[in-house]
């Protein structure tokens, strides 16, 4: 079946260190990755669509500056926390499908714990 | 704005069934999922129903689906312990169909 891969999958680093966050679709093509936030006990939130080729889009209250999100290739978008604070300690998702423009389920890569001290 | 509402918890024996509920408000909906969280892992699916089904049975999970009701179960047969875990609802969120909202999850707890 569809896999992605998130890399790495725990993260503790130093406040002001930018982070970056891998997804990797491994035996199929994804244009379109879709990256989530989850707070302890909390649901996932969409934070942004990726689009291979594009600029990303972000939801509502998502700041594009703070998490830079870069889709260069069918296989693989990124993640990057720029100038991460306590804050931005969450977990994060990030999903892919491998039949776009279609209602067929997302598939989820197992997350990073970012934890900035 | 769309909304997703779970049950927060639910604990049962194992060799029960369980039943998750979910209630959902776009009636648009084509698909609608459930995912199972393991601790500290990412979210694996379990299952989808097509908005045109009532239920779908698939070894020991059944999904219903009230249309009329916008209400979504998950009914786990035999629980085990190793089904111990966060269980998620989610519907699309929007109308290209790109991204999926999710409810709050329900924790099921099973004990031996």
């Known amino acids: 079946g569809a896999v992605v891969s998130q890399h790495p999958s725990w993260v503790i680093c130093k406040s002001g260190t930018s982070v970056k966050i891998e997804c990797r679709s491994l035996?199929?093509?994804?244009?379109?990755m879709f990256w989530y936030r989850q707070f302890p006990k909390q649901s996932l939130m969409l934070m942004a669509t990726?689009?291979?080729?594009?600029?990303?889009?972000?939801e509502q209250g998502v700041e594009k500056d703070k998490f830079l999100i870069n889709h260069a290739s069918l296989t693989l978008s990124t993640l990057t926390v720029t100038s991460a604070h306590p804050e931005d300690s969450s977990f994060y998702i990030c999903?892919?499908?491998?039949?776009?423009?279609?209602?067929?389920?997302?598939?989820f890569g197992d997350g990073t714990r970012l934890s900035i001290l | 704005g769309e909304d997703v509402e779970q049950s927060l918890f639910l604990s049962v024996r194992e060799g029960d069934s369980s039943v998750i509920n979910c209630t959902y408000t776009?009636?648009?909906?084509?698909?609608l999922y459930w995912y199972k969280q393991e601790p500290g892992a990412g979210l694996q699916l379990l299952t989808y129903?097509?908005?045109?089904?009532d239920m779908k049975q698939d070894q020991r999970l059944t999904v219903l689906l009230n249309k009329k009701d916008k209400h979504l179960s998950l009914r786990i047969a035999d629980t085990q312990t190793g089904d111990s875990a966060i269980y998620f609802c989610?519907?699309?969120?929007?109308?290209?169909?790109?991204?999926?909202?999710f409810g709050k999850g329900t924790t099921l707890s099973v004990s031996s």
């Open positions: 989610a519907e699309i969120q929007n109308q290209a169909g790109t991204a999926l909202i």
């Open positions: 035996d199929f093509q994804a244009t379109t």
């Open positions: 776009d009636s648009s909906s084509t698909y």
């Open positions: 999903s892919a499908r491998d039949h776009p423009g279609t209602n067929q389920p997302q598939h």
């Open positions: 129903i097509f908005s045109n089904m």
């Open positions: 990726s689009n291979e080729g594009s600029k990303a889009t972000y």
